[in-house]
């Protein structure tokens, strides 16, 4: 299993080595790159409006997120993870991630305190932008969700990971459609492992579906509003339940954030 991130080659040339990084890359679960996803359609101009890309140099997308309000974005830990907030552009208002709406830059980054702890757990982080974003057509905000997924709910990945195991990001934004896996079955599925808990959620559609490197971090919406943030999976699209936070699981943490409030809820 896999994170689904693109620029580890990025991180690695301006970052100091991170004395875990190792121990993840030889895991049982290890962190890859993010990209399209696998056996998606293209979106229609304007289908995710709250879609964004994450750039650490404006041109190399690395990684999806969700415009919560003017201010905030959301993505998955491991996409901001040991950056500094000049890393992280925000790209709105576009179906192609090399041609920008409007290009965001960041003032804080905010990690889930207790990213990664237990391994592979609350793997959410938000982001604060310097200027406010200008709303339209192509660039909206999506809505929290006011209740947890059920079974039987219709739910929709967007993102510009790559088609294969990876691959490099598309140049068009992809969408899919997965239905929600309950607990207790995907965790069977993964034979318990510890790298699961309350705050994930799991989807699947079909063999040769599903979230692929480059699509960490983006939006899974249902009915409105946003349900996942793309975590981990076994990439791509191969058979197996794809493993998403849980955003419903982390409302006051967001809502703690977003007014200010620096106390670890979770
Ligand atoms: C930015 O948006 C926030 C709401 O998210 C609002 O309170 C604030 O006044 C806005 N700032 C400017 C400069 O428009
Ligand atoms: C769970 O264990 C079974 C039997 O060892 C194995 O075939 C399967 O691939 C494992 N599932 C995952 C997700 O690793
Ligand atoms: C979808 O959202 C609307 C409000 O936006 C709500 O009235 C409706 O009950 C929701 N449908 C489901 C299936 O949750």
């Not at 004395?19 to 993840?24: A, F, G, L, M």
């Not at 993010?34 to 879609?51: D, H, L, M, V």
């Not at 997308?61 to 950056?83: D, K, P, R, S």
């Not at 943030?229 to 339940?241: A, I, L, S, Y």
Request: charged share 15%.
């Amino acid at each position: 299993m896999q994170l689904l991130y693109l620029s580890s080659l990025i991180l690695l040339l301006l970052q100091p080595p991170n004395p875990c990084e190792s121990k993840r890359l030889v895991g049982p679960i290890s962190r890859g790159p993010s990209g399209r996803i696998k056996g998606g359609q293209e979106a229609e101009i304007g289908f995710a409006p709250y879609q964004v890309s994450l750039q650490p140099i404006v041109g190399s997308h690395n990684c999806g997120g969700a415009i919560l309000n003017e201010q905030w974005i959301i993505t998955a830990g491991h996409c901001v993870e040991n950056y500094i907030p000049a890393l992280v552009n925000v790209i709105t208002g576009t179906n192609k991630w090399a041609e920008p709406g409007a290009v965001y830059y960041t003032e804080s980054i905010h990690m889930h305190c207790m990213y990664d702890q237990p391994y592979m757990h609350n793997d959410i982080a938000l982001v604060k932008l310097t200027q406010n974003i200008t709303f339209n057509e192509l660039t909206q905000p999506i809505a929290l969700p006011t209740r947890p997924v059920h079974s039987g709910d219709e739910i929709v990945l967007t993102g510009w990971g790559a088609e294969e195991a990876y691959g490099s990001s598309v140049e068009n934004l992809q969408k899919l459609t997965l239905g929600f896996v309950p607990f207790e079955e995907c965790y069977d599925i993964f034979n318990q492992t510890s790298s699961m808990g309350v705050g994930h959620i799991c989807t699947f559609s079909r063999e040769g579906e599903g979230s692929c490197h480059g699509d960490s971090g983006g939006p899974l919406v249902s009915n409105g509003s946003l349900v996942g943030v793309v975590n981990w999976g076994r990439p791509c699209g191969v058979g197996f339940p794809d493993v998403q936070a849980n955003v419903y699981y982390y409302l006051d943490w967001i809502r703690s954030k977003i007014s200010g409030n620096s106390l670890c809820y979770y």
